[in-house]
Protein backbone atom coordinates (compact mmCIF):
# COMPACT_ATOMS: atom_id res chain seq x y z
CA UNK A 1 0.00 0.00 0.00
CA UNK A 2 1.11 3.01 -0.84
CA UNK A 3 2.57 5.92 1.89
CA UNK A 4 0.03 8.45 0.60
CA UNK A 5 -3.27 6.79 1.10
CA UNK A 6 -2.51 6.35 4.75
CA UNK A 7 -3.39 9.02 7.36
CA UNK A 8 -1.18 10.28 9.49
CA UNK A 9 -1.98 7.69 12.38
CA UNK A 10 -0.93 5.34 9.73
CA UNK A 11 -4.11 3.71 8.65
CA UNK A 12 -5.87 3.79 5.62
CA UNK A 13 -7.82 6.95 4.95
CA UNK A 14 -11.69 6.47 4.39
CA UNK A 15 -11.86 7.89 1.18
CA UNK A 16 -9.37 5.34 -0.67
CA UNK A 17 -12.58 2.68 0.43
CA UNK A 18 -14.81 5.28 -1.08
CA UNK A 19 -13.24 5.86 -4.58
CA UNK A 20 -12.90 1.69 -4.65
CA UNK A 21 -16.23 1.33 -4.27
CA UNK A 22 -17.42 4.14 -6.51
CA UNK A 23 -15.09 2.68 -9.40
CA UNK A 24 -15.96 -1.16 -8.97
CA UNK A 25 -19.66 -0.34 -8.67
CA UNK A 26 -19.30 1.74 -12.15
CA UNK A 27 -18.23 -1.14 -13.90
CA UNK A 28 -20.29 -3.89 -12.25
CA UNK A 29 -23.32 -3.28 -14.78
CA UNK A 30 -21.24 -1.41 -17.72
CA UNK A 31 -20.63 -4.48 -19.88
CA UNK A 32 -24.53 -5.05 -19.58
CA UNK A 33 -25.43 -2.02 -21.06
CA UNK A 34 -25.37 -0.93 -25.06
CA UNK A 35 -21.67 0.85 -26.28
CA UNK A 36 -23.36 4.51 -26.45
CA UNK A 37 -24.56 4.63 -22.98
CA UNK A 38 -23.06 6.18 -19.99
CA UNK A 39 -23.52 6.11 -16.16
CA UNK A 40 -22.73 8.74 -13.48
CA UNK A 41 -22.88 7.97 -9.87
CA UNK A 42 -26.13 9.63 -7.88
CA UNK A 43 -25.08 8.13 -4.32
CA UNK A 44 -22.41 6.27 -3.06
CA UNK A 45 -22.93 4.38 0.85
CA UNK A 46 -20.27 3.30 2.13
CA UNK A 47 -19.64 1.31 5.66
CA UNK A 48 -16.07 1.23 7.01
CA UNK A 49 -16.38 -2.21 8.77
CA UNK A 50 -11.90 -2.29 9.53
CA UNK A 51 -8.56 -0.18 8.91
CA UNK A 52 -5.28 -1.71 7.07
CA UNK A 53 -2.24 -0.07 7.12
CA UNK A 54 -0.56 -2.53 4.56
CA UNK A 55 -1.00 -5.23 1.82
CA UNK A 56 -3.50 -5.15 -1.42
CA UNK A 57 -7.06 -4.31 -1.90
CA UNK A 58 -9.52 -5.96 -3.60
CA UNK A 59 -12.75 -4.40 -4.44
CA UNK A 60 -15.41 -6.55 -6.22
CA UNK A 61 -18.42 -5.00 -7.34
CA UNK A 62 -21.68 -6.51 -7.93
CA UNK A 63 -24.47 -5.93 -10.42
CA UNK A 64 -27.79 -5.85 -8.37
CA UNK A 65 -30.51 -4.32 -10.97
CA UNK A 66 -30.03 -2.33 -14.55
CA UNK A 67 -33.66 -0.54 -15.05
CA UNK A 68 -34.59 1.69 -17.56
CA UNK A 69 -32.90 5.02 -16.13
CA UNK A 70 -30.52 3.51 -13.01
CA UNK A 71 -28.86 1.25 -12.30
CA UNK A 72 -28.03 -0.46 -8.36
CA UNK A 73 -24.51 -2.05 -7.48
CA UNK A 74 -22.75 -3.67 -4.70
CA UNK A 75 -19.10 -3.29 -3.39
CA UNK A 76 -17.11 -5.49 -0.94
CA UNK A 77 -13.50 -4.09 -0.04
CA UNK A 78 -11.49 -7.23 1.10
CA UNK A 79 -7.77 -7.61 2.23
CA UNK A 80 -5.69 -10.51 0.63
CA UNK A 81 -7.01 -13.16 3.11
CA UNK A 82 -10.54 -12.14 2.24
CA UNK A 83 -11.71 -10.03 5.53
CA UNK A 84 -14.26 -7.81 4.37
CA UNK A 85 -12.55 -3.85 5.32
CA UNK A 86 -15.27 -1.91 3.82
CA UNK A 87 -18.80 -2.64 1.94
CA UNK A 88 -20.83 0.03 0.02
CA UNK A 89 -23.33 0.57 -2.71
CA UNK A 90 -24.14 3.11 -5.78
CA UNK A 91 -27.36 4.23 -7.67
CA UNK A 92 -26.18 5.20 -10.85
CA UNK A 93 -28.14 7.15 -13.34
CA UNK A 94 -27.89 5.62 -17.04
CA UNK A 95 -27.06 8.33 -19.47
CA UNK A 96 -27.51 8.29 -23.06
CA UNK A 97 -24.84 9.60 -25.11
CA UNK A 98 -22.80 11.01 -22.25
CA UNK A 99 -19.60 10.14 -20.46
CA UNK A 100 -19.76 6.46 -22.49
CA UNK A 101 -16.21 4.70 -22.13
CA UNK A 102 -15.62 4.91 -26.27
CA UNK A 103 -15.83 9.18 -25.27
CA UNK A 104 -13.97 9.30 -22.59
CA UNK A 105 -10.91 6.75 -24.29
CA UNK A 106 -10.77 9.56 -27.39
CA UNK A 107 -9.34 12.07 -24.86
CA UNK A 108 -5.98 13.46 -26.16
CA UNK A 109 -3.62 16.05 -24.77
CA UNK A 110 -5.51 18.50 -27.12
CA UNK A 111 -8.97 17.60 -26.09
CA UNK A 112 -7.84 18.08 -22.76
CA UNK A 113 -8.68 21.23 -20.64
CA UNK A 114 -4.85 22.65 -19.71
CA UNK A 115 -6.35 23.06 -15.90
CA UNK A 116 -6.46 19.21 -15.88
CA UNK A 117 -2.46 18.68 -17.52
CA UNK A 118 0.32 18.82 -14.73
Known amino acids: ???ELLSPYGAIQG???SSLIDT?????PYAELPEDVGLI???VN???LSSIKSGNLLARGERIKIGRTVCLAEVSVTNE??????HGSSKLL?????QTIPQLTD???ERIPAKFIQ
Open 94 to 98: ITQGL
Open 1 to 3: MKK
Open 107 to 109: YTP
Open 46 to 48: VNN
Open 41 to 43: SMD
Open 24 to 28: AAYWA
Open 15 to 17: GVY
Open 81 to 86: DGKVLA
